[in-house]
């Protein structure tokens, strides 16, 4: 939390002047003060609600797979999506910028690339840049400019705003959601990006050329959204740094989920309840420092009649961490795939209101939607099963397998 | 009455002649002495006394006595009404100040009537209370902004708690009972709150007149207050409780201090009161040791220091700036603020404070919830709100809105008989209540009384449950501060702005 109320770059940015606070709140501001989004289509301007596919594979042992899979996987829940929306996540697909994070940016017109271009090259060093490649796909068009970045942050902006490198990121990628009219930051970690736009997500996979891709964890999502299509940028995954998430259902308590999220610093501006377990996990897991698990037991709590029974130092643990959660509790139908750094997890909520599957075949971990959507991309798992209610499934990458998360990294870091 | 007046009663008594059995029981049973027998044992009323209280209606065997609204017709004027016209003639009669008890019966904007709430279809189901659990535990008192979990002695093992959480107040649903002070009501209402706030799973709340002996069993679920009259506090009274109140003030009369007359000071009551008996009980307006707020976290802390870190609870009206005051108060280290909005109950209180000093608690509950978010306090206490929580769907408003939990305190009374007649102040309830007079006190059966307190709750608490699953969240901390479940109907656009919530038909 060390942000907030800092002045981030030590300077008035062009673009954020008068709002020296950027993409965090003043200290005393109020929501409302708050800029809003630029209008994309009109349909930013409503919440997104809808059902969904999604999908998820971590090889832990560092294995690198075809894009190319999750799209096959993807592609037998086609009817789960409704061809408004589809996406992916890949980790371990920049194996030249390993430690380098990596913005995935759609672009409305040339304005808006050439405005984040200006931000990005003040407050970044710029180690690479080139379009993502695409190809014309019959069912995909009106697509925006798609272009990514490689960036690192000199030692001097970093001693200069007193921030983390992943705070610094953070702010970054608030700022040129929030300010640059036209500009929307898709992805924005380590070895990793984010393939997603309106269509059905094998025809997005092929848009994207994901077959062109290796890497160690996918995901994948096909949209069922119940309100306006129109918007690349509400399509699946939502990210921020290393985390991605594709989620099928609807948070009913994004009210306070958001609000409690405002007191943080993260500012709700995509109107999608995707966005705020994306903010929940950075939160808990990179902020707070709590594991994979405890974050999990945070988000989708189990009830006090299980508690009350536990044994006194899991029930004092429970008790405190659904007291100080409360407002974090992601409550209402869900099932999510988190991509991370360290590998993946998949979480339904409390009581599985929404389908999630899994299996495991060697050192590879799978989960989806459908079970047939795992079984279509490994035919003969070593098990499978249907996860519990609120119980996540954890694939954790051995150490050494994603340089920018190792421990090796950290020590020199 | 000897003294001619013009204020003509309020009520007549009806009685049916022909049912009429004589049988006496509504001599007895009036504590405000309307009926005496005539000298063929035919009850005669004196309508000027009748409060409407129907006591006399619910006691007649013989279902003869009526209460109707006097019909004298007075020559209209919406500007000086009939109401203004009694009241200058009462205070030209005794140039004093107009005493009254109970919330406002003013007809003031009611904006919890004017939102809705937001119900599943479709897209996010709705979850069916009778089949799936439904949660309302609340946890009252400050908590961390995070906390920190190890695993074993670092070398793995299974994970445990390493951050110590301030005590906390469980609630098992998100109701806690209002300050009413021993004094104000009557023993009995004191031994029914606290056996009804045990079996509820909740808290009672002793107001301003100390803890009577006999509650001491209770003490778990006790909040002890602390006033500007410190009546009855000393070392065992604070440590008595699961928690300590400071009142600041009172939501029915922001300001001013508490008058309890003499005659409601008893033998039981002076004990506890530790002052004499028959004297008024009068506490100052302000404390006498609080003139800001440096002062208010000397108090905070010296309670805390003298209960070994028991929550302090800190009571304010909500008044024009209750935001940023209740900003300080947390700042000053309260672990839960009571907010009490202006339409709350008392046992006495001039009516000009009563019916034109405050703010609603819906408003207040708004501003002050987003104010201690604005400036990243939040969590560091929580907020209680109370001062006209009228039914379960306020309180679910009131949580949406922001509130932790709701006080309720008329409720509870008219469980237990209260007909909302406004004379607390007189200690002439009939039904045993606000009174001391032993004759009308032991109508009140303290485990009758704590069996309705405890069926109201329960009742409450089922229908919060249905809210919560038709609103599709299992947990009632995912209600709470959730404006986006609520929408406004007949509010002005500056009050929807001040309150966070969006117009019936927009949507997400």
Request: proline share 5%; net charge negative; glycine share 10%.
């Amino acid at each position: 939390m060390s942000a907030r109320g800092l002045n981030r770059f030590g300077e008035a940015d062009r673009r954020s002047a008068g709002r020296p606070y950027g993409g965090l709140p003043a200290p005393g501001s109020r929501s409302s003060d708050l800029v809003p989004r630029p209008e994309y289509t009109a349909e930013a301007e409503e919440r997104i609600l809808g059902g969904c596919g999604l999908m998820g594979v971590c090889d832990e042992s560092g294995g690198r797979m075809s894009g190319e899979l999750a799209l096959r996987s993807m592609s037998s829940m086609h009817d789960r999506g409704n061809g408004l929306g589809g996406g992916f996540a890949g980790y371990g697909i920049y194996p030249d910028f390993p430690y380098a994070f990596c913005f995935h940016m759609l672009f409305n017109d040339d304005v808006g690339k050439d405005d984040t271009e200006y931000y990005l090259a003040r407050h970044f060093v710029i180690l690479h840049h080139e379009p993502i490649p695409s190809k014309s796909v019959r069912g995909i068009e009106d697509e925006p400019i798609l272009w990514r970045y490689f960036l690192e942050i000199s030692d001097e902006r970093l001693a200069e705003t007193q921030l983390s490198a992943e705070d610094y990121v953070v702010h970054s990628v608030m700022d040129i959601n929030n300010h640059i009219k036209g500009a929307f930051v898709a992805s924005s970690g380590r070895n990793m990006g984010a393939f997603k736009g309106v269509g059905f997500p094998e025809e997005i996979g092929e848009f994207y050329r994901l077959d062109e891709y290796r890497g160690w964890t996918w995901t994948g999502h096909g949209r069922f959204p119940t309100n306006t299509p129109g918007w690349w940028g509400g399509a699946h995954p939502f990210c921020l740094l290393d985390y991605s998430i594709v989620h099928n259902g609807e948070i009913s308590s994004y009210g306070i989920n958001q609000r409690y999220l405002e007191m943080f610093g993260y500012k709700c501006s995509m109107r999608t309840d995707t966005e705020v377990v994306t903010y929940l996990f950075d939160l808990l897991l990179r902020r707070h420092g709590l594991s994979v698990e405890i974050a999990c037991k945070a988000l989708a709590s189990p009830f006090w009649k299980d508690i009350d029974l536990m044994e006194k130092e899991d029930r004092q643990l429970y008790t405190a961490l659904r007291a100080v959660y409360g407002p974090a509790l992601l409550n209402g139908p869900f099932a999510v795939v988190l991509g991370m750094g360290e590998g993946m997890v998949a979480l339904s909520d409390r009581i599985k209101l929404r389908p999630l599957a899994a299996a495991r075949k060697g050192t590879t971990v799978y989960v989806a939607s459908e079970e047939s959507a795992i079984r279509e991309i490994c035919p003969k798992p070593d098990l499978t099963w249907m996860p519990r209610a609120g119980e996540p499934v954890i694939a954790r990458l051995e150490d050494g397998v994603n340089l920018a998360t190792s421990a090796a990294y950290d020590a020199v870091a | 009455m000897t003294e001619m007046t013009f204020v003509r009663p309020e009520f007549r008594v009806r009685i049916d002649r022909e049912a009429c059995i004589k049988c006496g029981r509504c001599v007895h049973q009036c504590g405000w002495n309307v009926y005496h027998l005539d000298a063929d044992d035919r009850p005669m009323p004196d309508h000027s006394k009748c409060a409407a209280c129907h006591r006399c209606v619910t006691f007649c065997p013989a279902d003869a006595i009526t209460i109707e609204k006097n019909p004298l017709a007075y020559k209209e004027s919406d500007s000086m009404s009939s109401g203004l016209r009694k009241a200058i003639w009462r205070q030209a009669e005794t140039g004093g100040v107009l005493l009254t008890g109970m919330g406002t019966d003013k007809p003031y904007l009611r904006i919890f009537d004017h939102l809705l709430l937001d119900a599943c279809q479709v897209t996010n189901p709705s979850i069916d209370p009778l089949r799936e659990p439904m949660e309302l535990r609340t946890f009252l008192g400050r908590k961390p902004d995070s906390i920190e979990v190890g695993y074993g002695n670092g070398d793995g093992g299974p994970p445990k708690l390493l951050t110590e959480l301030d005590p906390q107040l469980m609630l098992e649903t998100p109701i806690v009972f209002g300050g009413m002070s021993f004094g104000s009501v009557s023993l009995n209402v004191h031994r029914a709150l606290a056996m009804a706030a045990k079996a509820s799973g909740t808290f009672m709340n002793t107001g301003e007149g100390g803890l009577h002996a006999d509650l001491e069993p209770y003490q778990d679920n006790i909040i002890v207050q602390c006033a500007s009259g410190r009546f009855g506090v000393h070392a065992d009274y604070l440590q008595a409780g699961a928690a300590v109140e400071i009142k600041i003030g009172q939501g029915a009369k922001p300001g001013i201090g508490g008058h309890l007359p003499g005659e409601k000071i008893d033998e039981q009551v002076s004990t506890t009161r530790m002052i004499p008996q028959g004297t008024d009980a009068l506490s100052p307006a302000p404390h006498h040791d609080i003139y800001s707020i440096e002062d208010l976290r000397q108090l905070i802390y010296a309670i805390k220091e003298a209960t070994g870190y028991k929550p302090v609870s800190v009571k304010i009206a909500c008044v024009h700036n209750v935001a940023a005051i209740a900003s300080g108060v947390v700042r000053a280290g309260a672990d839960i603020v009571y907010l009490d909005g202006f339409k709350g109950g008392t046992g006495a209180a001039p009516t000009i404070i009563r019916d034109h000093v405050g703010i609603p608690i819906e408003i207040a509950i708004a501003v002050v919830d987003q104010r201690l978010r604005d400036e990243g306090i939040r969590n560091r206490a929580s907020i209680v709100a109370a001062g006209g929580i009228r039914s379960s769907a306020d309180i679910v408003k009131a949580i949406a809105l922001g509130a932790d939990a709701c006080g309720v305190g008329t409720a509870l009374l008219v469980a237990m008989g209260c007909h909302v007649c406004q004379k607390c102040h007189t200690g002439c309830c009939s039904w045993g209540i606000t009174t001391q007079r032993p004759e009308l006190t032991r109508r009140l059966d303290p485990e009758w009384g704590a069996e309705r307190v405890s069926n109201l709750i329960r009742a409450w608490s089922h229908e919060i449950a249905e809210v919560l699953g038709a609103v599709g969240v299992n947990a009632i901390e995912s209600l709470r501060g959730s404006r986006e479940r609520l929408r406004a109907l007949g509010l002005d656009q500056t009050t929807m702005d001040i309150i966070g919530v969006k117009q019936a038909g927009v949507g997400h």
